[in-house]
Each structure stands twice: as C-alpha cells, then as structure tokens.
T-cell receptor, first 113, second 117 residues
Framework: GDSVTQMEGPVTLSEEAFLTINCTYT??????LFWYVQYPGEGLQLLLK?????DKGSNKGFEATYRKETTSFHLEKGSVQVSDSAVYFC????????????FGKGNQVVVIP | DGGITQSPKYLFRKEGQNVTLSCEQN?????MYWYRQDPGQGLRLIYY???????QKGDIAEGYSVSREKKESFPLTVTSAQKNPTAFYLC????????????????FGAGTRLSVL
C-alpha cells in the first residue's frame, strides 16, 4: 500500500538556521505530494503541494521538490523563524477513487530565539 | 467565513458511554473525512464519505460510526466498543475526489480532543 516515511525525531534549531525535513514515499501509481503544517492545538493547514516529477512546491519561504527518481519530497527553508515552530507532515494521494491521504508520522520543529 | 467547524474543542467520555463529535462545513464540498491523531504518529483514516448518504470505512473504523445525511455535516460517534478513544480527532473535506488536483486537496478543521474520565 501507499506509505510515507519521515525522518525520526524532533528538530530543534536556532532562528535563521537552515531547515530540512526528509520525506520519502512508496506509492502504487503516480501520487501527488503535500506538506501540511500543524500549529499547537490546531488542525492541519496545507503548506505546499506538487503533482508531477520535478515540480517545486513553495509557500511562506518553504520549498519542496518532487523527485521521482529518489521517491522523495524533502521540505526546506533557508532561514527559520520562531513562528515556524510546529509539526510538519508529509502526505500523498493517488486519487484512486477515494482521495485517501497517506501521512507520515510528522516532525516537531522547535525554533529557538 | 467559509471553513470547517468542529465541536466541541474538548470532550470527555465516561466508561461505556457513546459520544458524538460534530463536523460542519460550509465550503460546499462533496467529500468529508475523519482522522485520528495520536502523539508521535501520523493521521489515520477512520471513515470517509464521497457523497451524501454514502460512507466507507478507513483503516481504523472499529469502534466508530458515522452518518452523512446532509452535505455539510459528517458527525462521528465514538462508541463504547472503542477501548482506547483518547486522541485528537480531525475532520477534513475536499471539493471532490479523483480527477484534477484542485478537487482533491483536503482542508482540515481545528480538531476535537477526546479524553476518558
């Protein structure tokens, strides 16, 4: 079945540091890929998306490139702020009739001033 | 404002009790979903509905029930058969399913945190 794997453990970094969160996937078919962000006590918000190989999704300074050859969709931001502290989820869907989203386990990001 | 409203924000369940979580959307979306989130885990799909009066089991449907009598409403009942109900429950909706990406993007409510007394 479809699955998403995110790197283990929380990520703690200083303000203005470079952020990378790894995401790899397994899918039967050609998935669309997403990053969602969850701020404390809230639901999920769509951060960015990509639908085909080599597409780059971007939003609020975050970027991720759909790499079919490595089945990856790593999230990056060049200079994080304290307000970026949240949990980040990688997800995919293959649209096979029901639009089910498969989620990774999420990564807690803590940005220290 | 268009969006997805979940209520209540916090809910407590007693032993042997059924409780119902509300999810309402005014986005005119056809499809709605319920997910369960446990600490350190991703979201797991409980039930989904692609159209009014129809719904399908997700990966962890045991101990839960749903109804979809109106397009805008998709309530989730956590029954007494669910032995470990403590979790954060998220409702989502999408314009449709299948076809182009825009129909498939899921939008989420703010969630309901359920605890057992």
């Amino acid at each position: 079945g479809d699955s998403v794997t995110q790197m283990e453990g929380p990520v703690t970094l200083s303000e203005e540091a470079f952020l990378t969160i790894n995401c790899t996937y397994t899918a039967t078919g050609y998935p669309s890929l997403f990053w969602y962000v969850q701020y404390p006590g809230e639901g999920l918000q769509l951060l960015l998306k990509a639908t085909k190989a080599d597409d780059k999704g971007s939003n609020k300074g975050f970027e991720a490139t759909y790499r079919k050859e490595t089945t990856s969709f790593h999230l990056e931001k060049g200079s994080v702020q304290v307000s970026d502290s949240a949990v980040y989820f990688c997800a995919l869907t293959t649209y096979y009739g029901n639009n089910r989203l498969a989620f990774g386990k999420g990564n807690q990001v803590v940005v220290i001033p | 404002d268009g969006g997805i409203t979940q209520s209540p924000k916090y809910l407590f369940r007693k032993e042997g009790q059924n409780v119902t979580l509300s999810c309402e959307q005014n986005l005119n979306h056809d499809a709605m979903y319920w997910y369960r989130q446990d600490p350190g885990q991703g979201l797991r799909l409980i039930y989904y509905s692609q159209i009014v009066n129809d719904f399908q089991k997700g990966d962890i449907a045991e101990g839960y029930s749903v109804s979809r009598e109106k397009k805008e409403s998709f309530p989730l009942t956590v029954t007494s058969a669910q032995k470990n109900p403590t979790a954060f429950y998220l409702c989502a909706s999408s314009p449709g399913t299948g076809g182009e990406l825009a129909k498939n993007i899921q939008y989420f409510g703010a969630g309901t945190r359920l605890s057992v007394l």
